[in-house]
């Protein structure tokens, strides 16, 4: 899979490896590593089951150890925080977006429609 985006510390030990297929792909997958670099487990991370298991409260570093990084990060306009957000492989052309607070925390998510397809072609 090559070289991976990131390389985060597991809690019990051993490394997670992140191959982000992004910022367009729609995968991102995790490889977890023991302490002698055996794989223990290998996962595609991103999903509406994961996107539901994110506790209220996280922290960036939970959102990405869970996540990998988004595919765009934003100012969340008047509000202090940001917008993180994922695109993942749906029928609807959707994405993930998480706020985090001015905390950095995880503040709650929604989907929207991704960017790439709120194209309108019709003339007027």
Same mark, same amino acid.
């Given at each position: 899979? #090559?070289?991976?985006?990131?390389?985060?510390? $597991?809690?019990?030990?051993?490394?997670?490896?992140?191959?982000? $297929?992004?910022? &367009?792909?729609?995968?991102?997958?995790?490889?977890?590593?023991?302490?002698?670099? %055996?794989?223990?487990?290998?996962?595609?991370?991103?999903?509406?089951?994961? &996107?539901?298991?994110?506790?209220? /409260? /996280?922290?960036?570093?939970?959102?990405? &150890?869970?996540?990998?990084?988004?595919?765009?990060? %934003?100012?969340?306009?008047?509000?202090?925080?940001?917008?993180?957000?994922?695109?993942?492989?749906?029928?609807?052309?959707?994405? &993930?977006?998480? /706020?985090?607070?001015?905390? /950095? %925390?995880?503040? #709650?998510?929604?989907?929207?429609?991704?960017?790439?397809?709120?194209?309108?072609?019709?003339?007027?």
């Amino acid at each position: 899979m #090559g070289v991976p985006r990131l390389a985060l510390p $597991r809690p019990e030990g051993g490394v997670r490896l992140v191959y982000a $297929r992004g910022p &367009f792909g729609r995968e991102t997958y995790m490889v977890d590593l023991d302490a002698t670099g %055996r794989v223990q487990r290998w996962h595609q991370a991103l999903g509406e089951a994961a &996107f539901a298991a994110i506790p209220m /409260g /996280g922290t960036r570093e939970e959102l990405l &150890f869970r996540l990998g990084p988004p595919a765009e990060q %934003r100012p969340a306009g008047r509000l202090p925080g940001e917008i993180w957000s994922w695109r993942y492989a749906n029928n609807d052309c959707l994405w &993930f977006q998480a /706020g985090l607070g001015a905390d /950095g %925390r995880y503040a #709650g998510g929604s989907y929207g429609t991704d960017p790439r397809c709120d194209t309108n072609d019709r003339q007027p």
